[in-house]
Every structure is written in structure tokens, then in C-alpha cells.
């Protein structure tokens, strides 16, 4: 005779904790946990887009504190664009007329975003020298001259490939360049006149 006594069966052990995490790293959880990141990511940048879509980010600045001190210190009268059509918005004036002496050369630049949006670039200085005239003059190519504004120009390329419509008279070195069309830097030079206060 045989006796079956009551089995014994060893308890389950519960999972390791290294088991568990990694059963919750699979590829489809990990999943599921990103779509919604990626979804709030995509709708912030959406947002930003729309917000950014009607604003004009040009910084427009007024120039006439900066012609006006560079036509004060100067030893010869200051020609600047004036009533220029619409679209040309001036985004940067600065003269070295601030630290001069009396006699010193003065040089005045003002720069433009054109009707296309490109650049275009004023430069008026008594001094052949100055950096701002000879980083255009320094290597540009001369072409024929253009009769605007009842002044005659000289047409050039400077060494970056544009446009550069500059004269000289007295002493006084005026210049037009930029990236600009030229039928753009013609109507900026042609609209070129005495400064009258």
C-alpha cells in the first residue's frame, strides 16, 4: 500500500524587477509613450509658424539724427536720397562724424531694404580712404557712365559681383551698391540731393 500525501508545490516567485522594466521597454510602448511628444511638438511649431506668418520682421530705423550730425561736423554739403518712392525702407545709419576734429573727413552710410527686398547700400565720404568706400571701390571693374538725376555716374561691379553707381566731385566720393537690382541703386542714386536740414 501506498501512501500520496499532499504535494508540496513551491510558491511562484514573483517576476524580477529587471524582468518587469525591461517587458515595458518594448518597441511598441516606447512608441505609443513618443506619438504624443512628436504631436505637441508639431502642433507648437505650427503655431509659431501662424503667429510669425503676417509679421514684418525689418527694423526700420530714421536716419535723420545721423545725417543731421554728419551734415553739422562735415567741411562740405552733405548730399543724401530724399523722397524716395515708396518700398525703400532705411535699416541702418551711421556716421563717423561723432569723434571728428575740424577739418577731419566725415563719412556717412546709410543702408536700404528695397522694394524686391534686397539690400541697397548709400555711402558719402571726404575721404577717398575711408573703409566704406574703398571695400566697394577697392576692386570694382568700371562700365560707362548713366546720367541720373541731372548728375552723371560711373556704372562699375565690385569684386562680389554687384552693381556699384558711384561719383566724385570736389573731393566728396558718393556711392550707390548693393545686392539691389540696378534699376533699384538707380532710383536710390538718382533721388541723391544736398542735404537742406
Known amino acids: 500500500m501506498s501512501s500520496a500525501g499532499p504535494t508540496s508545490q513551491p510558491p511562484p516567485q514573483a517576476p524580477s524587477p529587471a524582468v518587469e522594466r525591461a517587458n515595458r521597454m ?5 512608441l505609443r509613450s513618443l506619438v504624443p511628444l512628436v504631436v505637441i511638438c508639431l502642433a507648437l511649431v505650427g503655431w509659431m509658424t501662424f503667429q510669425q506668418s503676417g509679421v514684418d520682421t525689418v527694423r526700420e530705423v530714421d536716419p535723420a539724427s545721423t545725417v543731421q550730425l554728419a551734415a553739422a561736423r562735415a567741411d562740405y554739403p552733405v548730399p543724401v536720397p530724399a523722397d524716395l518712392p515708396e ?6 545709419a551711421r556716421t563717423d562724424a561723432g569723434g571728428v576734429q575740424s577739418g577731419d573727413p566725415v563719412t556717412l552710410e546709410i543702408g536700404y531694404l528695397t522694394p524686391s527686398a534686397e539690400y541697397a547700400g548709400f555711402v558719402v565720404s571726404d575721404d577717398a580712404r575711408a573703409d566704406a568706400v574703398d571695400d566697394v571701390l577697392g576692386g570694382a571693374q568700371q562700365s560707362g557712365t548713366l546720367d541720373l538725376g541731372g548728375q552723371s555716374w560711373t556704372r562699375g561691379t565690385t569684386d562680389r559681383g554687384e552693381t556699384v553707381l558711384s561719383r566724385a566731385a570736389d573731393g566728396v566720393t558718393v556711392l550707390v551698391t548693393g545686392s539691389a537690382t540696378e534699376e533699384e541703386l538707380a532710383t536710390l542714386a538718382a533721388a541723391v540731393r544736398p542735404y537742406a536740414g
Not at 518594448?26 to 516606447?30: E, F, I, L, T
Not at 518700398?87 to 541702418?92: A, D, M, V
Open 26 to 30: 518594448s518597441a511598441s510602448n516606447m
Open 87 to 92: 518700398g525703400y525702407r532705411p535699416t541702418s
